[in-house]
């Protein structure tokens, strides 16, 4: 068996090329962008184009082409911000809500498979150290 580093990267690299087909890639890329802004507003952060691009981990060119077509979507909008009318923020409107509730809903489902046979506190204590390595990337991403 590889290091847990390798393991690491091995099962993020498996469920990011999970589906191939054009319209499961495009609906997985609007709920990355979905999830970029859930994210940073969660943490109180403005999500700005250049904020989504830090979050995502890509070019702030490919971020808009994302923003924009979530736009389209009807899953962000965008506004000037309340605090820098020179900056524009990107928000979930109320269908982004409904899409990211469904993608979480599918998320846990296959949370729920991929653990089948682990008890309550496996699940807990793998839930935590996930958490953990995430809040550990942020700090290692930080300006």
Known sequence: MSGPGQALF??????ARRSTADD????????????????????GVPATVNAIAVEIGIDQSGVSRLV???????YLAMAASRTDGRRRE??????????????????????????V??????????QQAMGDLIERSRSLNAP
């Open 117 to 126: 046979g682990w008890s309550a506190r496996r699940r807990r204590d793998f």
């Open 68 to 74: 924009k077509a979530a736009i389209e979507a009807g």
């Open 24 to 43: 499961a890639a495009d609906q997985g890329r609007l709920v990355l962008v979905g999830e970029a802004v859930h994210s940073l507003a969660e943490r």
């Open 90 to 115: 990107v928000s979930l409107t109320p269908e982004g809500r409904a899409m990211l509730d469904e993608a979480h809903r599918w998320q846990e489902q296959i949370f729920a498979q991929l653990t």
């Open 10 to 15: 091995a099962f993020v690299r498996h469920w």
